[in-house]
């Protein structure tokens, strides 16, 4: 009787290994065609230095990368929502395996700057710390997506000379 039953038990364990594996192979193929969707439109571009506007509120400033296409002192002004990540719909772009398709984003709110990691596998950091719900940004704040850094400027909006 115990055979049978150890029997069972192991075509079931087999049968539930197998769906594991079906639907993990699903998730890398899915993952793996969203990421080559094209470039998006509205996709930001990296201003030169000469051309930054002073009277923008906010800008994310990359600090540390080992991404060839981010380099440190890249710029990206924070003028709309913006998401950031690995997909073809991300505003700022990673190509990093450690970055989720759409790993976080940051958006306004009241005035303030607001940091949401989207479910990202392997987490997004505001100085070191884990975000695990929306957290407001200040000054000087470093965001960590995978392996890029960037740090968070907000000039003269937090004396309120650019409202």
Same mark, same amino acid.
């Given at each position: 009787?115990?055979?049978?039953?150890?029997?069972?038990?192991?075509?079931?364990?087999?049968?539930?290994?197998?769906?594991?594996?079906?639907?993990?192979?699903?998730?890398?193929?899915?993952?793996?065609?969203?990421?080559?969707?094209?470039?998006?439109?509205?996709?930001?571009?990296?201003?030169?230095?000469?051309?930054?506007?002073?009277?923008?509120?906010? %800008?994310?400033?990359?600090?540390?990368?080992?991404?060839?296409?981010?380099?440190?002192?890249?710029?990206?002004?924070?003028?709309?929502?913006?998401?950031?990540? %690995?997909?073809?719909?991300?505003?700022?772009?990673?190509?990093?395996?450690?970055?989720?398709?759409?790993?976080?984003?940051?958006?306004? %709110?009241?005035?303030?700057?607001?940091?949401?990691?989207?479910?990202?596998?392997?987490?997004?950091?505001?100085?070191?710390?884990?975000?695990?719900?929306?957290?407001?940004?200040?000054?000087?704040?470093?965001?960590?997506?995978?392996?890029?850094?960037?740090?968070?400027?907000?000039?003269?909006?937090?004396?309120?000379?650019?409202?």
């Amino acid at each position: 009787m115990s055979a049978v039953l150890l029997l069972i038990l192991r075509y079931a364990f087999l049968l539930l290994l197998v769906i594991f594996i079906t639907r993990l192979v699903k998730w890398m193929v899915s993952d793996l065609l969203t990421e080559q969707a094209p470039h998006p439109v509205g996709q930001l571009e990296k201003p030169e230095k000469k051309e930054i506007n002073e009277t923008a509120a906010s %800008r994310l400033v990359v600090i540390n990368s080992s991404s060839p296409d981010l380099q440190c002192g890249d710029t990206f002004l924070i003028d709309r929502d913006i998401v950031l990540g %690995r997909g073809g719909g991300c505003n700022i772009l990673i190509k990093d395996t450690f970055a989720s398709n759409q790993h976080a984003r940051v958006f306004v %709110r009241k005035g303030q700057y607001w940091l949401e990691d989207m479910g990202s596998t392997n987490g997004t950091f505001v100085n070191e710390v884990q975000v695990k719900q929306p957290v407001v940004l200040a000054d000087g704040d470093r965001i960590r997506v995978g392996s890029v850094t960037f740090q968070f400027v907000r000039w003269g909006h937090e004396m309120g000379l650019y409202n």
